[in-house]
């Protein structure tokens, strides 16, 4: 929902001057979470605590992320579920190093291009059978625990498969997506039957069960990752999809595969930031930054119309790159070093004036040779997950096999439906994705794992992390409670591809001030506001001076950040 800025001038000095907090800055809206031990930060506060007591029972930082995430498709499933893809970075301590897995599926491979050119698409629908790819989140946990894993993956399932069974209580802000979500879906098979209570969403304080969800997972805990891809749940999805219009086949889940993937980095005043390869959307936040440094950021000030005006700027020559480069590498080879060069950046930002810009072409980078959940974990040894997960516009697809309590997610949706472009649809072929997990070091050593996830706005939110913690000198929390823009309306690598034209729109969170707004408008930016679109934080610190963790939530979400 969207209203011109000025209806809500008048709130925002009320928010930015509130002095009345003993310590940290007006705009926060707590203390930072600091245990010795272990850390969990996730956004429901459920999740967490099963995240840490999976840590407490001598589990590692990914036997946590896994029982958290598990946790997460049932409580929220309007933002995750093991119908959708998962990307992780995992700090290793015992190696010193960064570890990527894109656990992301493919497109159905009897579905062309030239299926839906014949029947006059022009891009593929949100919802339904069309846009499901294979689901990579099951895959990519066996994955993550055969290498980083210890306690039983049946002992990691056991607290989500009790809930389930015995029901829990759904929390405010996952009701209210739960909400939108059931006009939309029901119309599809197993919807409705399996999250809905006579035909709409539980409220806020119901309790809610998903007895199938939990055979399902207990049938994986006991069986390992082909009970998913290759037994009697496959043959479930195939057969529904096969009477259902869709293609998404038995097939296609028996050849899936994950891939280990080498974290990239830029170096930002002296600390170095990791996203993962495409075909995820993490290095336009490495464009970003690297453009930004250029500036004197500390010097604007938070808040100030510089910061926001080059933020928003940076972001529209980052996105420019990102819809004509970013996509699945097996397809289409994306110039990652090229993208994130410092002298690539240096000349992307002498476009940078003082007026906004209205349109951005897509550079030429030297071509050297690729509704979400997000969570981060930390453990006694050191080990650190940064982890974020996905249906994909909240409920995915709304195609819900029977008996199996969860529902198929709808990437295929990120494709362009025109030839020759990075993107285009292809079968056996991964889609441009959002969801992107990030990752700070300090002199080789872990600094921050965190994310920020909500669509578009993951890698500006990211940014505006790393903006808050390294020039402008919050802490954790405050870097997050921060109030946020998000700017919209760049050229996008998916749909139709419209070329920005008109400079898109600036959406301002409740808490700049007035003369910040007023700025923005007379350098020609579109200012407006809009409800809800900033994104989601979690994050965990590793202060190495006093050897314990330091963990933050999300203070727009239900979530929650604890340790021991």
Not at 55 to 63: P, S, W
Not at 122 to 141: E, F, N, Y
Not at 429 to 436: A, E, G, Q, S, V
Request: aromatic letters at 10%; hydrophobic letters at 40%; a neutral charge.
């Amino acid at each position: 929902m969207r209203r011109t800025i000025a209806c809500l001038l008048l709130t925002f000095p009320l928010l930015a001057s509130a002095g009345d907090r003993v310590t940290g800055r007006a705009f926060a809206t707590r203390s930072e979470v600091i245990a010795p031990h272990g850390m969990v930060a996730t956004s429901q506060p459920l999740a967490s605590q099963i995240g840490l007591e999976v840590l407490k029972r001598g589990g590692t930082a990914v036997d946590a992320a896994i029982a958290a995430n598990a946790a997460l498709g049932l409580m929220e499933p309007t933002g995750s579920g093991i119908g959708g893809d998962l990307f992780a970075i995992v700090w290793e301590a015992k190696s010193g190093r960064l570890h990527g897995y894109n656990g992301s599926g493919r497109s159905p491979r009897t579905l062309t291009l030239q299926w839906f050119v014949e029947r006059g698409y022009t891009d593929i629908p949100p919802t339904g059978p069309l846009p499901v790819s294979v689901p990579g989140c099951v895959d990519a946990w066996f994955a993550l625990h055969g290498r980083f894993g210890k306690l039983p993956m049946k002992e990691l399932l056991a607290p989500t498969i009790r809930y389930a069974r015995d029901g829990f209580p759904v929390s405010e802000l996952i009701a209210h997506y739960w909400a939108l979500s059931v006009p939309r879906l029901s119309k599809y098979p197993g919807f409705a039957e399996q999250f809905t209570r006579d035909g709409r969403a539980p409220g806020k304080g119901e309790m809610w069960k998903n007895p199938n969800l939990a055979s399902t997972l207990e049938r994986i805990g006991k069986q390992g990752r082909d009970a998913f891809y290759k037994g009697e749940i496959a043959a479930i999805i195939g057969d529904y999809f096969r009477a259902n219009g869709g293609f998404l086949s038995r097939d296609d889940l028996a050849s899936h595969t994950g891939e280990w993937v080498q974290p990239v980095s830029t170096n930002y005043r002296g600390y170095d930031v990791w996203e993962l390869p495409p075909n995820g959307q993490g290095i336009a936040a490495l464009a970003m930054l690297n453009i930004l440094e250029g500036f004197d950021l500390k010097k604007a000030g938070f808040g100030s119309v510089d910061h926001l005006h080059w933020l928003v700027e940076a972001k529209k020559l980052a996105f420019a790159d990102r819809a004509a480069h970013f996509a699945d590498p097996a397809f289409a080879k994306a110039p990652v070093t090229g993208l994130i060069a410092k002298d690539y950046a240096a000349r992307r930002r002498e476009s940078i004036g003082p007026r906004a810009a209205r349109s951005v072409d897509a550079g030429h980078p030297p071509l050297e040779e690729g509704d979400t959940i997000y969570l981060t974990t930390a453990d006694q040894w050191g080990n650190m997950v940064s982890l974020i997960q996905s249906n994909y516009r909240g409920m995915g697809s709304g195609m819900a096999p029977p008996g199996l309590g969860f529902i198929l997610q709808d990437r295929g949706e990120m494709f362009v439906l025109k030839e020759g472009h990075p993107n285009a649809f292809a079968p056996g072929k991964r889609p441009f994705h959002t969801i992107i997990p990030a990752f700070i070091t300090k002199d080789g050593k872990p600094w921050v794992s965190f994310g920020v996830m909500g669509g578009a706005m993951q890698p500006q939110g990211h940014v505006q992390i790393v903006l808050n913690l390294i020039d402008f000198g919050m802490n954790l929390q405050e870097a997050g409670d921060a109030p946020r823009i998000q700017h919209e309306g760049s050229t996008e690598p998916t749909g139709q591809n419209t070329a920005m034209a008109d400079g898109g729109e600036v959406n301002l969170e409740s808490g700049f001030p007035y003369e910040t707004v007023r700025g923005l408008m007379q350098k020609g930016h579109r200012a407006t506001f809009a409800d809800g679109p900033y994104g989601g934080y979690q994050a965990i610190l590793r202060d190495a001076k006093n050897e314990v963790y330091v963990g933050a939530s999300e203070g727009r979400k239900d979530g929650q950040a604890v340790g021991y």
